[in-house]
């Protein structure tokens, strides 16, 4: 017989499954929270024990995707690989995703915010942010960026530059790609902080 946690992690599944499905089919904007309570099978409650929004069913569903991304880039680094080109890439897809959902970016970026406290940001494989510390810890074992600066406090920095740039973007479609703007974000950052030898 299920346990309790095995019972709510199986009814977690059936609801990303079924929102899966559906915004596969008709769109994230198309699909309404009834839609995947429906095709779950499950009561509304259930759903708000699981999810706040539809949107966080989104975000959870899009970690769980980038998943083995993030493990393969990881492991790349540790054989050797150097970071800096990975957070360049990781800015480079982020830009991607954003832009093929342009109209929810702004809610994204947002929602995003709420939930910088949790534990779930400091892990590697399960946010943008705990992948950012971990690629710029790595930068500052090889030498790239400098080591006076808390590894944390850097993620910070980057996740402040992510965050205002996809804000004004959605709010300026006619600026920049996003793409552009997280370059050049990137660059001016690094500008800073990387390593310099000492005269």
Do not use: C
């Not at 009834?34 to 706040?52: C, E, P, S």
């Not at 510390?133 to 993620?155: F, S």
Request: proline share 2%; hydrophobic share 45%; net charge neutral.
């Amino acid at each position: 017989m299920a346990t309790q946690a095995e019972r709510r992690a199986q009814t977690r599944e059936k609801l990303l499954s079924a929102a899966k499905t559906l915004f596969e089919k008709q769109g994230f904007e198309a699909t309404l929270i009834d839609q995947v309570i429906k095709l779950a099978n499950v009561a509304k409650g259930t759903f708000y024990q699981h999810f706040d929004s539809k949107l966080e069913i989104l975000i959870a569903l899009e970690r769980e995707a980038g998943r083995g991304r993030t493990r393969e880039a990881l492991a790349a680094i540790e054989a050797g690989a150097s970071a800096l080109p990975v957070l360049e890439n990781y800015l480079e897809s982020l830009a991607e995703w954003f832009t093929a959902r342009e109209k929810i970016a702004e809610a994204m970026i947002l929602s995003s915010l709420s939930r910088v406290d949790s534990e779930t940001t400091r892990h590697p494989e399960l946010s943008g942010r705990g992948f950012i510390h971990a690629v710029l810890k790595a930068a500052q074992q090889q030498g790239t960026i400098r080591k006076d600066t808390d590894a944390w406090e850097l993620t910070g920095m980057v996740g402040g530059f992510i965050t205002g740039a996809v804000l004004y973007w959605s709010r300026n479609p006619q600026a920049d790609s996003l793409s552009e703007m997280l370059k050049r974000s990137l660059r001016l950052f690094l500008e800073g902080a990387q390593a310099r030898e000492e005269m």
